[in-house]
């Protein structure tokens, strides 16, 4: 886990820059099985609209239910010898889908407020087992708001979104609908991809695909004090994702 000793923004003071730090960062590689439950308490949902949590070790997520699930948890799998990852991809349904978030008010832990907070980025390695399946399979940063059913309802958004094989960059701002950018970068079936967000400062947000910036990109910023959170967004099409395999999940300040 990185450990930086100063964040530019408490200098004058280690013990409060590391203590920030810490509060602010999670990271989770699914080692362990989430307990699951409904958010207002009682057995998980798969009901439409409905919010569960997933606790382990690791930490607490949320996830959202898009459309109707007969599979109420995602679940944590086995790949090989010592490896294994979370399968969002639950009941496999045309249409239906999931949200997995770190909270969605701005006390929880992983909401950052831009021009207020330093610097932040977000990271997802995961596999998508067929790529012709997703109508979004987004990860980024969302405004501080109510779940969405659709991604493009979000009132502010920066994302890098898998549509059917192709990495867009997808963004969204004081809710003037969505700016898409193809990046021309592919994803192929189970192929296991980095994804990861940089917001600045300053709210100006830059993408990286397995560490380089993709080939194609746009420039982003959000408004001056937008709280986000991180998110990844997952809703199938008629072809079906058949898995999604989350190997790693990581949120923080950068160092």
């Known amino acids: ?145 109510a779940y969405q059913a659709a991604i493009d309802n979000y009132g502010d958004m920066a994302a890098l979104n898998t549509i059917a094989g192709d990495i867009k960059i997808e963004t969204i701002l004081a809710g003037a609908g969505t700016v898409t950018t193809d990046t021309t970068d592919d994803w192929a079936d189970a192929a296991v991809h980095e994804l990861k967000v940089l917001v600045s400062s300053a709210g100006v947000c830059t993408y990286l695909i397995d560490g380089v910036a993709p080939t194609t990109t746009a420039a982003f910023t959000f408004a001056a004090g937008t709280w986000v959170v991180p998110f990844f967004y997952l809703l199938n099409n008629a072809t079906l994702t058949a898995t999604l395999y989350v190997y790693e999940w990581e949120c923080g300040y950068q160092s």
Not at 3 to 19: F, G, H, N, V, Y
Not at 50 to 58: A, H, K
């Open 1 to 145: 886990m990185p450990t930086p000793t100063t964040i530019d923004k408490w200098k004058w003071s280690d013990a409060i820059s590391r203590r920030e730090w810490d509060e602010k960062y999670q990271y989770f590689n699914f080692i362990y099985p989430p307990v699951t439950s409904n958010k207002v308490g009682g057995a998980s949902s798969g009901t439409a609209g409905d919010e569960n949590l997933m606790i382990s070790p690791e930490g607490q997520l949320e996830y959202h239910i898009i459309g109707t699930q007969s599979i109420l948890a995602p679940v944590v799998t086995t790949i090989s010898a010592g490896v294994s990852a979370l399968n969002i991809a639950m009941d496999q349904t045309n249409t239906d889908g999931v949200e997995v978030c770190a909270g969605i008010i701005n006390s929880n832990r992983n909401a950052f407020k831009t021009s207020t907070d330093a610097a932040f980025f977000f990271r997802v390695r995961y596999a998508i087992g067929t790529v012709a399946g997703t109508d979004d399979c987004a990860i980024g940063f969302r405004k501080v708001e």
